[in-house]
């Protein structure tokens, strides 16, 4: 039953696979080997046990998350980049839930290491922001309420809470992005 050619890389793939099918903390390690083709026994040889799975799952769903934002504002400037950012994030949302809940519990994990990790999520949102005539504190406060307001909409519609109106939510989304923008361009320090 062993598999040869598996490394560290391989498990953490299959593991965010499962993660996508089977939810965020709610799968384990036979699982894991069983999609694997391995004995538990043989992921040991790779892995500490299922948090550094969990870990590592996670920094991959904020590496792959960081690598879209900045693909997604690359060549663009000010408004057309943070619409194209906001657009990417919920699109990745969307598309991955599961990978996307293990992002958004980077702040609760008691791994240091992995909260830091979480910051990459935020360096291109403050990468935009640094084109508009902010403060740092207030860069803070902009970003705060732009990754509320974008992770409020995705739990919404998410839960379904937009569903019982016949207004387009791809354009309520559009809607709530470039009145932020608006209030972006017209805020004055």
């Known amino acids: 039953m062993a598999k040869k050619g598996l490394d560290s890389k391989i498990i953490i793939s299959t593991a965010a696979q499962l993660v996508e099918e089977k939810g965020y903390d709610h799968f384990s390690l036979n699982e894991l080997a069983l999609k694997l083709g391995v004995k ?8 500490e046990g299922i ?4 870990s ?13 934002l900045e693909e997604s504002i690359a060549r663009k400037e000010r408004d ?19 990978l996307y809940k293990a ?18 999520v935020v360096e291109p949102i403050i990468a935009i922001l640094r084109k508009y005539a902010l403060n740092e ?37 559009e809607k709530m992005i ?3 923008i608006l209030i972006l361009n017209s805020y004055n320090n």
């Open 137 to 173: 504190v207030d860069m803070i406060h902009f970003s705060r309420a732009l990754r509320s307001a974008i992770h409020g909409f995705v739990e919404m519609e998410e839960a379904g809470f937009f569903r019982r109106h016949d207004a387009n939510i791809d354009i309520s989304y």
């Open 103 to 120: 992002v958004i519990k980077l702040p609760s994990s008691e791994d240091d290491q992995l909260k830091e990790s979480g910051a990459q």
């Open 80 to 98: 057309e980049a943070l619409m194209s950012l906001t657009m990417a994030y919920r699109d990745f949302a969307k598309k991955n839930p599961e």
């Open 56 to 68: 590592k799952v996670s920094h991959l769903a904020v590496s792959r998350l960081h690598l879209i």
């Open 40 to 47: 538990t026994a043989s992921l040991y040889n790779h892995i």
């Open 178 to 180: 470039k009145g932020y």
């Open 51 to 54: 948090q550094e799975v969990n």
